[in-house]
C-alpha cells in the first residue's frame, strides 16, 4: 500500500506541474484547490494505515 500511495503523491506532484503551465489562473486556482484536498485525503489515509 506504501507504494501505492507514494504513487499518487507523485502523480499529484506532476498534475501540480502540468496546472503551473497553464494560461488560465482560474483553473490553475481550481486544479491547486483539488490538489490539496486530494493531498488531504492521502494524508488521512496514510494515519488510518499507521
Known amino acids: 500500500m506504501k507504494i501505492t500511495l ?4 507523485a502523480a499529484l ?5 502540468d496546472a503551473e503551465k497553464l494560461h488560465s489562473r482560474e483553473l490553475r ?4 484547490d483539488y490538489i ?6 492521502l494524508r488521512a489515509l496514510r494515519k488510518k494505515l499507521h
Do not use: F
Open 6 to 9: 507514494a504513487n499518487a503523491e
Open 13 to 17: 506532484d506532476e498534475v501540480q506541474r
Open 29 to 32: 486556482k481550481a486544479i491547486a
Open 36 to 41: 490539496e484536498i486530494q493531498r488531504e485525503a
